[in-house]
């Protein structure tokens, strides 16, 4: 096993251990704070600094990368995530939305810190004349992340309805303090570290590549939340009738499924280094969204409409984000690539805050149906972005 490979295995043991434990506590706050009588838009307060925060954390976590190595960023969002967990641990009297609100900040912080280091780190140690190969192993890291992110779900509503919200943080927590502990001693402490020291400034893109791909992130990601995030989790609890374990178990599934296609993106896109691909995908994502709420409006069964077109929904929105996240490791520079990877995802934490505030804001004023009409909306505009993505060799020459 090369030093290379072990390295990869250690981000991606630390990303995915990472994963679990958000993806848990992200169903565990939705459907704790609903039985407690939250309205739709003020469980989606509760996230609001989650994302604010990682709009923050990805532009000065690239900087810190590029500055003092992807280890230590990595490192410092395992640590985070631990002290956010342990804020969720008090007394329930004491889980007031200032204070939740506060502990999802410093998960949100967390989670852009962990996933910023994970995949900067993947564009060091592939050979740029390698692009095949990096998209594979991009497309398995997302993938791989993403099908734990649903077992978190499904953990999470495990774990409520076992051992309550106190205990499922607590024991999240002491998991992951283990896995910090093993990440100080394998990770390597010059990973990602620039030859040159980068300015502050230089946290903003100058490359037109990195700021069209991430227009493009920011609207694919508002698109996904609209719904996903705080509508459709309410909407199954109470138009349907499911109970926590059901819409833990089928969102979980979801995402599981979801996850694995993004690890076989690179089956169904072929290769190419321009953005045709996203163009193509991303027009043909659009018209699910629009489907689904044609089907609702013309009185069609919700059951067999909502669930069948989610799962349409997630094949194809799998494969625009693996593309998505392949483009930016590609587009990026080899020295201080965690500048415009933090940059990027800066972007997709924006889509993922806009997307959280529109989903219990439209919930709660019109329905599901209104939700899936701007989705489709903003999922068109990330396609047009993506028509403006240049090839890899004339981006990387300009």
């Known amino acids: 096993m090369t030093p290379a490979v072990r390295q990869y295995l ?115 140690l592939v050979p740029d004349q390698q692009q095949g190969t990096l998209y594979r192993w991009v497309a398995m890291l997302t993938g791989s992340k993403n099908t734990l992110k649903g077992v978190g779900f499904f953990l999470g509503g495990v774990l409520l309805m076992t051992i309550g919200f106190q205990g499922a943080v607590v024991t999240m927590a002491a998991v992951l303090v283990m896995v910090w502990l093993a990440s100080l001693f394998l990770l390597r402490n010059t990973l990602g570290k620039s030859k040159a020291k980068p300015k502050f400034s230089d946290i903003l893109s100058k490359s037109r590549a990195i700021n069209v791909l991430s227009a493009a992130r920011l609207f694919l ?10 509508a459709l989790p309410v909407y199954l609890h109470t138009a349907f009738g499911w109970d926590f374990w059901q819409v833990g178990g089928f969102m979980a599934t979801w995402v599981i499924g979801y996850g694995v296609v993004q690890t076989l993106a690179p089956r169904f896109t072929g290769y190419r280094e321009d953005g045709q691909p996203a163009v193509f995908w991303g027009a043909l994502l659009a018209l699910v969204p629009a489907g689904i709420a044609g089907g609702l409006m013309l009185g069609w069964s919700p059951q067999i409409v909502v669930v069948g077109g989610l799962l349409v929904f997630g094949v194809l929105f799998a494969i625009n984000s693996a593309l998505h996240s392949y483009l930016i490791v590609s587009y990026a520079r080899g020295d201080g690539v965690s500048l415009d990877v933090g940059f990027y995802y800066m972007s997709n934490a924006a889509g993922r805050l806009l997307g959280t505030l529109l989903s219990g804001w439209i919930y709660q004023q019109y329905g599901l149906e209104e939700c899936l009409w701007v989705s489709s909306g903003l999922v068109t505009l990330a396609a047009l972005f993506a028509t403006a993505l240049p090839d890899r060799m004339t981006s990387a020459t300009a």
């Open 10 to 124: 250690v981000i991606t043991g630390n990303y995915w251990a990472f994963t679990l434990t958000d993806g848990a506590l992200r169903m565990l706050v939705v459907l704790h704070f609903d039985q407690l009588g939250y309205s739709p838009l003020e469980i989606a307060l509760l996230f609001l600094f989650y994302e604010l925060f990682g709009v923050v954390t990805n532009l000065v976590g690239g900087y810190l990368g590029a500055r003092l190595g992807l280890n230590r960023t990595m490192n410092l969002g395992l640590f985070l995530q631990v002290i956010a967990l342990g804020m969720l641990a008090v007394p329930a009297a004491l889980l007031t939305v200032p204070w939740v609100m506060a502990a999802q900040a410093l998960s949100g912080i967390a989670k852009d810190l962990n996933k910023m280091s994970a995949k900067s780190g993947i564009k060091l």
């Open 221 to 230: 990601f508002g698109a996904r939340d609209v719904w996903f995030v705080v």
